[in-house]
């Protein structure tokens, strides 16, 4: 039974277009997250919402949209892609979030987006 | 510089020896420390997490936090090629995790 699902796993397409990537988890958390996973394997946070609302909302361009419809789900939608938005997207959910707490977060399998 | 920073390899060793990753960070409100693993074309999975200086074992990895140096290490032990990931580090205190690059680790049967 998987914990952290994404839609599509594979994403490739041409500059200029707009998609989007869905995101569901099954394990009640009430914490979402997107991150951006660039070649060199660096993993940066894009945006937190925490039972539906946006928490964290770091440097993105406001290409970058995140949906939350309800706490099981975060969607992200790019508009006008760039070449630059090539990467791998990884959603992952967690419990709690705040001080005190250990925010063990888990990860979806990321979507691979390639952007020609 | 980065918050956190971690070697990214990548690291070869044989079947057997003794790994050991680390991360240093600069940002005292750190208050607890993680080691994520992640496998080829994965996600990330945590592996082990600790909030205070010392030693944290479980099974063949060894997780060490040094707060007066800002110095994180993950030892692993009697490697095998399973082991074969990239391996990040994170540190959290508030509502975000800030993860290392991670270091690309390589167990040679």
């Known amino acids: 039974d998987t914990a952290v699902s994404q839609t599509p796993k594979y994403l490739v397409t041409q500059m200029g277009n707009d998609k989007s990537i869905k995101c569901e988890q099954n394990l009640g958390h009430d914490t979402m997250y997107w991150y951006k996973q660039d070649s060199k394997k660096f993993l940066k946070i894009m945006f937190s919402?925490?039972?539906?609302?946006?928490?964290i909302n770091e440097t993105v361009p406001n290409r970058f949209s995140p949906k939350s419809p309800d706490k099981a789900h975060l969607n992200l939608h790019i508009n006008s892609l760039e070449l630059g938005d090539s990467a791998v997207y990884f959603c992952a959910s967690s419990q709690v979030a705040g001080s005190g707490w250990v925010n063990e977060q888990f990860f979806g399998p990321g979507t691979r987006l390639t952007v020609l | 510089q980065k918050e956190v920073e971690q070697d990214p390899g990548p690291l070869s060793v044989p079947e057997g020896a003794i790994v050991s990753l680390n991360c240093t960070y600069s940002?005292?409100?750190?208050?607890?420390f993680m080691w994520y693993r992640q496998y080829s074309r994965k996600g990330p999975e945590l592996l082990m997490y600790t909030y205070s200086s010392g030693n944290k074992e479980d099974g063949r990895f060894t997780a060490q936090v040094d707060k007066s140096s800002k110095y994180i290490s993950l030892f692993i032990r009697d490697s095998q090629p399973s082991d074969s990931a990239t391996y990040l580090c994170a540190m959290g205190g508030n509502e975000k995790l800030t993860f290392g690059t991670g270091t690309r680790l390589t167990i040679i049967p």
């Open positions: 940002n005292s409100a750190f208050q607890y």
């Open positions: 919402y925490n039972n539906k609302e946006l928490i």
